[in-house]
């Protein structure tokens, strides 16, 4: 069993240990040989999507990266053909969105709650019922923050299972396949100090490994 991060290993270390403190081996590359050979992919955080995958102008996206951005839709592309589980954190959910048709508001209008200020910011969110942040959390939860985008419309065959109070979506499910994503940070939010109700991101990450 095998994990593809589709990274460059410089921005990649928060997720490299999470996974290897999961005791799973895993591979960080934007452009392996064999696709085959994984038994499923994270897509990390990171900077914007092009708008131009969801059909928009530039309306306030940061550091896009082109090359990032087709190189990990190919891949997200290989995955979602074979069936394996994908895991999207950050700007992974908002990719796994934006492949299945949805789109992704570029600056949202309560940022300031949300992104990376000297520190990832915490809140609380509510978990969907029946949902995989449900059954792991319950009805909810606080979760660390670092971003100042958000999932627009919501592609085809998934659903909202998590919403910040001020209804910026935090996770999503697919409905059919073995895909999720948080907008949240579960492979760093143990660095935080201790929060009454802090979300375990590792509870997370080993339901994605039990996937595999």
């Known amino acids: 069993m095998k994990i593809l991060i589709a990274g460059v290993r ?59 951005d087709r190189a990990q839709f190919a891949l997200l592309d290989a ?28 600056h949202l209008p309560t940022y300031y709650t949300h992104q990376y200020n000297e520190k990832d910011q915490v809140h609380l969110v509510q978990n969907m019922p029946d949902s995989i942040l449900w059954n792991l959390y319950e009805d909810s939860c606080f979760v660390n923050s670092a971003h100042h985008q958000g999932c627009g419309r919501i592609g085809c065959g998934l659903k909202v299972t998590q919403n910040a109070p001020d209804r910026v979506v935090e996770a999503i499910e697919h409905r059919e396949r073995p895909i999720l994503g948080v907008q949240w940070h579960p492979e760093r939010i143990h660095k935080l100090q201790p929060y009454p109700s802090l979300a375990n991101g590792s509870v997370l990450i080993r339901y994605f490994l039990k996937l595999l």
């Open 79 to 106: 995955f979602v053909q074979m069936g394996r589980p994908v895991f999207g954190i950050c700007r992974g959910m908002q990719l796994i969105n934006v492949y299945f048709g949805g789109d992704v508001i570029q």
């Open 10 to 68: 410089k921005d990649t270390k928060n997720y490299e240990k999470a996974l290897a403190d999961g005791q799973v081996l895993y591979e960080t590359n934007l452009y392996p040989e064999e696709c085959s050979s994984y038994s499923g992919l994270l897509l990390p955080g990171g900077g914007d999507i092009h708008p131009s995958y969801f059909g928009q102008s530039d309306r306030g996206s940061k550091k896009i990266e082109k090359e990032l």
